[in-house]
């Protein structure tokens, strides 16, 4: 039972590095800062990162021994989540960015009229 266990959380690891890889791409694409780095080529940890705008930062580390997702605005640490909630907020990060946050080449004028992250939490 472990031996299978280990396994499917090796490969939900990888999983979590794939998207990740690919929401680095998407938000590239859409104008952000955004990037997402791996230890070799077993995608078994990832730093992903991400600029909303000025001096807002997002950093998503997950690896086998954990995942955490901080939140920092000003060179401060706003917000700090592990695990199944850390994972939920990213998940608010990508429906943000798909629906209603607004890329830095828009108006700066709408993103300052957006709610901000910490408090859809």
Wanted: hydrophobic share 40%; net charge negative.
């Amino acid at each position: 039972m472990f031996t299978r266990l280990a396994q499917q959380h090796r490969d939900f690891v990888k999983d979590l590095v794939m998207n990740l890889q690919a929401l680095a791409v998407v938000l590239e694409n859409r104008g952000y800062l955004a990037s997402c780095y791996t230890c070799g080529d077993q995608l078994n940890s990832a730093s992903f990162m991400v600029s909303l705008s000025e001096n807002h930062l997002i950093r998503f580390l997950v690896s086998d021994y954990g995942i955490t997702w901080t939140e920092m605005r000003d060179d401060r640490e706003l917000m700090k989540l592990e695990g199944a909630e850390a994972i939920s907020q990213l998940q608010e990060l990508a429906n943000l960015i798909k629906y209603q946050y607004p890329s830095p080449s828009q108006d700066k004028s709408a993103a300052q009229k957006l709610p901000q992250l910490e408090t859809m939490v």
